[in-house]
C-alpha cells in the first residue's frame, strides 16, 4: 500500500505545481509564445491532460476522459500553435486537471492491488506503473518550460 501513497502524494505535488503556473500567468500570457518556441503555458498544461489521459486514465478504464479533439491541440502530433485560433478557457483546463488529479487519485486507491504487484513478473503493471510515472514525470518537465514563458512574460509585460 506505501506505493500507492507515494504515487498519491507524487501526483497532488506534481499537479499542484502546474496549477500554480497556470494561476500566475496573467490572461494575455497564457498563449503567448516567442518566436523560435514552439509552444505557450496553457498548451503545456493541456499536454500534461492529455499524456495522463493517455498512459494511465484510458489503460486503467478503457476510455477517454478529455473533451473531443483535445489531443489534436494538445497531443504528440498536434498542429503547431499558431495554426490554431481557438484555445480552451484557463478555467476550462484548470478544471480538467484538478478533476483529472481526483480521478487519478480515486484509480490509484481502487488499483490498489494491481499497482502495488509491480515488478518485472508482471509485465502488465508494470507497465502501467512506468505510463503513471512517465506521465507525472513529462508534466514536471513541461513546468519547467512553463515557468520561463511565465518568467518572460512578466519581464515583458504580458
Known amino acids: 500500500m506505501s506505493r500507492i501513497i507515494h ?6 505535488q506534481v499537479r499542484a505545481s502546474t496549477l500554480q503556473i497556470l ?4 490572461d494575455t500570457g497564457l498563449t503567448w509564445a516567442p518566436e523560435g518556441t514552439s509552444n505557450h503555458i496553457l498548451w503545456h498544461a493541456g499536454h500534461a ?13 478503457g476510455a477517454s476522459e478529455l473533451p473531443e479533439g483535445w489531443a489534436v491541440k494538445f497531443g504528440s502530433r498536434c498542429r503547431p500553435v ?16 484538478q478533476a483529472q488529479l481526483a480521478r487519478l487519485l480515486e484509480l490509484f486507491r ?11 513478473d508482471s509485465p502488465t503493471e508494470w507497465d502501467l506503473a ?8 513529462d508534466e514536471s518537465r513541461h513546468q519547467g518550460e512553463m515557468y520561463l514563458l511565465l518568467k518572460l512574460c512578466r519581464s515583458r509585460g504580458i
Not at 489521459?53 to 478504464?61: A, F, I, R, W, Y
Not at 499558431?82 to 486537471?97: A, D, F, M, N, Y
Not at 512506468?130 to 514525470?137: K, P, T, Y
Open 7 to 12: 504515487l498519491e502524494e507524487l501526483a497532488r
Open 23 to 26: 494561476d500566475a500567468a496573467r
Open 49 to 61: 491532460l492529455w499524456l495522463q489521459d493517455v498512459l494511465c486514465v484510458l489503460p486503467l478504464t
Open 82 to 97: 499558431r495554426s490554431t485560433t481557438q484555445w480552451p478557457s484557463r478555467r476550462e483546463v484548470k478544471g480538467l486537471l
Open 110 to 120: 481502487r488499483e490498489a492491488d494491481r499497482l502495488s504487484r509491480i515488478g518485472p
Open 130 to 137: 512506468r505510463g503513471v510515472i512517465h506521465g507525472l514525470h
